[in-house]
T-cell receptor, first 115, second 112 residues
Protein backbone atom coordinates (compact mmCIF):
# COMPACT_ATOMS: atom_id res chain seq x y z
CA UNK A 1 0.00 0.00 0.00
CA UNK A 2 1.34 3.42 -0.99
CA UNK A 3 2.43 5.66 1.88
CA UNK A 4 3.30 9.33 1.45
CA UNK A 5 5.33 11.29 3.99
CA UNK A 6 6.02 15.01 4.14
CA UNK A 7 8.85 16.57 6.08
CA UNK A 8 8.89 18.90 7.91
CA UNK A 9 5.38 18.90 9.37
CA UNK A 10 5.69 22.63 10.11
CA UNK A 11 8.04 25.34 8.94
CA UNK A 12 8.43 29.01 9.88
CA UNK A 13 10.66 31.28 7.81
CA UNK A 14 11.24 35.02 7.42
CA UNK A 15 9.91 36.72 4.33
CA UNK A 16 12.20 36.54 1.31
CA UNK A 17 13.76 33.17 2.04
CA UNK A 18 13.92 30.41 -0.52
CA UNK A 19 12.60 27.15 0.87
CA UNK A 20 12.15 23.48 0.03
CA UNK A 21 9.31 21.20 1.06
CA UNK A 22 9.88 17.47 0.87
CA UNK A 23 7.60 14.60 -0.08
CA UNK A 24 8.51 10.91 -0.16
CA UNK A 25 6.52 7.88 -1.27
CA UNK A 26 7.08 4.18 -0.77
CA UNK A 27 5.91 2.70 -4.09
CA UNK A 28 7.68 4.16 -7.12
CA UNK A 29 5.07 2.81 -9.58
CA UNK A 30 3.23 6.12 -9.65
CA UNK A 31 1.26 7.71 -12.46
CA UNK A 32 1.67 11.30 -11.37
CA UNK A 33 2.26 13.51 -8.34
CA UNK A 34 0.34 16.65 -7.49
CA UNK A 35 1.18 19.50 -5.10
CA UNK A 36 -1.68 21.38 -3.44
CA UNK A 37 -2.04 24.40 -1.22
CA UNK A 38 -4.75 24.58 1.46
CA UNK A 39 -5.65 27.72 3.38
CA UNK A 40 -7.37 27.28 6.79
CA UNK A 41 -10.98 26.12 6.42
CA UNK A 42 -10.73 26.08 2.63
CA UNK A 43 -10.47 23.50 -0.10
CA UNK A 44 -7.33 22.47 -1.96
CA UNK A 45 -5.80 24.55 -4.72
CA UNK A 46 -3.79 22.60 -7.26
CA UNK A 47 -0.30 24.10 -7.68
CA UNK A 48 1.63 21.71 -9.91
CA UNK A 49 1.14 18.29 -11.48
CA UNK A 50 4.12 16.19 -12.50
CA UNK A 51 3.57 13.17 -14.72
CA UNK A 52 5.71 10.11 -13.97
CA UNK A 53 7.73 10.69 -17.16
CA UNK A 54 8.62 14.27 -16.14
CA UNK A 55 11.43 15.51 -13.91
CA UNK A 56 10.06 18.91 -12.93
CA UNK A 57 7.35 21.49 -13.40
CA UNK A 58 7.50 25.24 -12.84
CA UNK A 59 4.85 27.87 -12.18
CA UNK A 60 5.96 31.35 -11.23
CA UNK A 61 7.99 31.17 -8.01
CA UNK A 62 7.21 27.47 -7.58
CA UNK A 63 9.26 24.58 -8.91
CA UNK A 64 8.45 20.95 -8.25
CA UNK A 65 10.83 18.10 -8.99
CA UNK A 66 10.24 14.38 -9.14
CA UNK A 67 12.72 11.53 -8.68
CA UNK A 68 10.55 8.49 -9.14
CA UNK A 69 13.29 5.92 -8.63
CA UNK A 70 14.13 7.26 -5.18
CA UNK A 71 10.51 7.97 -4.29
CA UNK A 72 10.94 11.69 -3.70
CA UNK A 73 9.54 15.02 -4.77
CA UNK A 74 10.43 18.53 -3.66
CA UNK A 75 8.54 21.80 -3.89
CA UNK A 76 10.83 24.81 -4.11
CA UNK A 77 9.38 28.21 -3.27
CA UNK A 78 11.51 31.19 -4.24
CA UNK A 79 11.47 34.53 -2.43
CA UNK A 80 8.75 33.51 0.01
CA UNK A 81 6.01 35.98 0.92
CA UNK A 82 3.55 36.14 3.85
CA UNK A 83 0.79 35.24 1.39
CA UNK A 84 2.49 31.88 0.87
CA UNK A 85 1.52 30.88 4.42
CA UNK A 86 -0.68 27.79 4.13
CA UNK A 87 -0.55 24.01 4.36
CA UNK A 88 1.11 22.33 1.40
CA UNK A 89 0.06 18.80 0.52
CA UNK A 90 1.57 16.38 -1.94
CA UNK A 91 -0.54 13.58 -3.36
CA UNK A 92 0.44 10.58 -5.43
CA UNK A 93 -1.68 8.84 -8.02
CA UNK A 94 -0.64 5.22 -8.39
CA UNK A 95 -0.39 3.39 -11.70
CA UNK A 96 -3.63 3.49 -13.68
CA UNK A 97 -3.99 -0.23 -13.18
CA UNK A 98 -4.06 0.17 -9.40
CA UNK A 99 -6.85 1.87 -7.51
CA UNK A 100 -8.33 3.85 -10.40
CA UNK A 101 -8.22 7.59 -9.82
CA UNK A 102 -7.22 7.46 -6.16
CA UNK A 103 -4.86 10.02 -4.69
CA UNK A 104 -2.77 9.15 -1.63
CA UNK A 105 -1.99 12.28 0.37
CA UNK A 106 0.93 13.12 2.60
CA UNK A 107 0.28 14.66 6.00
CA UNK A 108 1.14 18.14 4.78
CA UNK A 109 3.63 20.85 5.72
CA UNK A 110 2.23 23.89 7.52
CA UNK A 111 4.21 26.88 6.30
CA UNK A 112 4.31 30.27 7.99
CA UNK A 113 6.18 33.13 6.33
CA UNK A 114 6.77 35.99 8.75
CA UNK A 115 6.90 39.59 7.51
CA UNK B 1 -13.34 31.34 -6.33
CA UNK B 2 -13.15 27.72 -7.39
CA UNK B 3 -14.68 26.04 -10.40
CA UNK B 4 -16.14 23.32 -8.19
CA UNK B 5 -19.02 24.69 -6.13
CA UNK B 6 -20.14 23.07 -2.90
CA UNK B 7 -23.26 23.89 -0.90
CA UNK B 8 -23.91 24.52 1.87
CA UNK B 9 -20.64 25.95 3.20
CA UNK B 10 -21.59 25.07 6.77
CA UNK B 11 -24.07 22.52 8.12
CA UNK B 12 -25.04 21.69 11.69
CA UNK B 13 -27.30 18.70 12.16
CA UNK B 14 -28.50 16.36 14.85
CA UNK B 15 -27.81 12.65 14.78
CA UNK B 16 -31.36 11.83 13.67
CA UNK B 17 -31.53 14.36 10.83
CA UNK B 18 -31.35 13.70 7.09
CA UNK B 19 -29.47 16.22 4.99
CA UNK B 20 -27.61 16.36 1.69
CA UNK B 21 -24.40 17.95 0.50
CA UNK B 22 -24.24 19.19 -3.07
CA UNK B 23 -21.34 19.57 -5.49
CA UNK B 24 -21.48 21.07 -8.97
CA UNK B 25 -18.93 21.55 -11.74
CA UNK B 26 -19.34 22.81 -15.30
CA UNK B 27 -15.87 22.02 -16.63
CA UNK B 28 -17.03 18.89 -18.46
CA UNK B 29 -15.10 16.67 -16.08
CA UNK B 30 -16.16 13.03 -16.09
CA UNK B 31 -14.74 11.95 -12.74
CA UNK B 32 -16.01 13.30 -9.41
CA UNK B 33 -14.90 12.54 -5.87
CA UNK B 34 -15.96 12.92 -2.23
CA UNK B 35 -13.29 13.30 0.44
CA UNK B 36 -13.51 13.65 4.21
CA UNK B 37 -10.94 15.78 6.03
CA UNK B 38 -10.52 15.97 9.80
CA UNK B 39 -8.67 18.88 11.40
CA UNK B 40 -4.93 18.93 10.66
CA UNK B 41 -5.17 15.70 8.67
CA UNK B 42 -4.97 15.10 4.92
CA UNK B 43 -8.14 14.37 2.94
CA UNK B 44 -9.36 10.77 2.92
CA UNK B 45 -11.10 9.44 -0.18
CA UNK B 46 -14.69 8.29 0.30
CA UNK B 47 -16.18 7.76 -3.17
CA UNK B 48 -15.23 8.07 -6.84
CA UNK B 49 -17.70 8.43 -9.68
CA UNK B 50 -16.49 7.90 -13.22
CA UNK B 51 -18.87 8.65 -16.09
CA UNK B 52 -21.69 8.90 -13.52
CA UNK B 53 -21.07 5.41 -12.19
CA UNK B 54 -19.71 4.62 -8.74
CA UNK B 55 -16.26 3.16 -9.29
CA UNK B 56 -14.71 3.32 -5.82
CA UNK B 57 -16.30 3.10 -2.37
CA UNK B 58 -13.63 3.19 0.29
CA UNK B 59 -15.55 1.12 2.85
CA UNK B 60 -17.63 4.10 3.88
CA UNK B 61 -20.48 3.46 6.37
CA UNK B 62 -23.95 3.23 4.83
CA UNK B 63 -25.07 6.37 6.67
CA UNK B 64 -23.25 8.18 3.80
CA UNK B 65 -24.99 7.65 0.47
CA UNK B 66 -23.56 9.21 -2.71
CA UNK B 67 -25.55 10.03 -5.81
CA UNK B 68 -24.51 11.32 -9.23
CA UNK B 69 -27.69 12.45 -11.03
CA UNK B 70 -25.76 13.79 -14.04
CA UNK B 71 -22.23 14.53 -15.16
CA UNK B 72 -22.19 17.95 -13.49
CA UNK B 73 -23.71 17.11 -10.13
CA UNK B 74 -22.65 15.01 -7.18
CA UNK B 75 -24.64 14.67 -3.97
CA UNK B 76 -23.84 13.12 -0.62
CA UNK B 77 -26.91 12.11 1.38
CA UNK B 78 -26.45 11.98 5.14
CA UNK B 79 -28.57 10.06 7.65
CA UNK B 80 -28.09 9.12 11.30
CA UNK B 81 -24.57 10.50 11.48
CA UNK B 82 -22.35 10.23 14.52
CA UNK B 83 -20.38 13.03 16.25
CA UNK B 84 -17.14 11.58 14.82
CA UNK B 85 -18.48 12.33 11.35
CA UNK B 86 -17.93 16.04 12.00
CA UNK B 87 -15.36 17.14 9.42
CA UNK B 88 -14.76 19.14 6.25
CA UNK B 89 -16.27 17.32 3.28
CA UNK B 90 -14.52 18.09 0.03
CA UNK B 91 -15.69 17.46 -3.51
CA UNK B 92 -13.28 17.26 -6.44
CA UNK B 93 -13.45 16.63 -10.16
CA UNK B 94 -11.05 15.77 -12.96
CA UNK B 95 -11.20 15.28 -16.70
CA UNK B 96 -9.37 12.00 -16.43
CA UNK B 97 -6.53 10.21 -14.69
CA UNK B 98 -3.81 12.28 -16.40
CA UNK B 99 -5.37 15.59 -15.40
CA UNK B 100 -5.24 17.28 -11.98
CA UNK B 101 -8.11 17.10 -9.54
CA UNK B 102 -9.88 20.39 -8.85
CA UNK B 103 -11.34 20.84 -5.40
CA UNK B 104 -14.24 22.85 -4.04
CA UNK B 105 -14.04 24.83 -0.81
CA UNK B 106 -15.85 22.12 1.11
CA UNK B 107 -18.78 21.85 3.49
CA UNK B 108 -17.96 22.16 7.17
CA UNK B 109 -20.23 19.60 8.86
CA UNK B 110 -20.90 19.54 12.60
CA UNK B 111 -22.92 16.74 14.21
CA UNK B 112 -24.50 17.59 17.54
Amino acid sequence: KQEVTQIPAALSVPEGENLVLNCSFTDSAIYNLQWFRQDPGKGLTSLLLIQSSQREQTSGRLNASLDKSSGRSTLYIAASQPGDSATYLCAVKDSLFNAGNMLTFGGGTRLMVKP
Amino acid sequence: DTEVTQTPKHLVMGMTNKKSLKCEQHMGHRAMYWYKQKAKKPPELMFVYSYEKLSINESVPSRFSPECPNSSLLNLHLHALQPEDSALYLCASSQGARQPQHFGDGTRLSIL
